[in-house]
């Protein structure tokens, strides 16, 4: 998984700067820890990702940097 904080982290490389994250205390009832899970999606659809975050990130970059 990839948290919040990782996910700012690797958006900053691939991206213009962003803002410091602004940390609050969570809502009632919000969910401390979570993630997403793609193995019932492998199991039951085949599914599995083409690319890496990392790389999605790139692609996403060059596609913005492209149309500017």
């Given at each position: 998984?990839v948290?919040?904080?990782?996910?700012?982290?690797?958006?900053q490389?691939?991206?213009?700067?962003?803002r410091?994250?602004?940390?609050?205390?969570?809502?009632?009832g919000?969910?401390?820890?979570?993630?997403?899970?793609?193995?019932?999606?492998?199991?039951f659809?085949?599914?599995?990702?083409?690319?890496?975050?990392?790389?999605?990130?790139?692609?996403?970059?060059?596609?913005?940097?492209?149309?500017?």
């Open positions: 998984g948290s919040i904080n990782n996910l700012h982290a690797l958006m490389r691939f991206t213009t700067p962003l410091s994250p602004i940390r609050k205390p969570l809502p009632p919000d969910i401390r820890h979570s993630e997403a899970d793609t193995r019932k999606a492998k199991k659809l085949g599914y599995a990702p083409s690319v890496s975050l990392k790389e999605g990130l790139a692609k996403y970059r060059e596609s913005v940097i492209m149309q500017e």
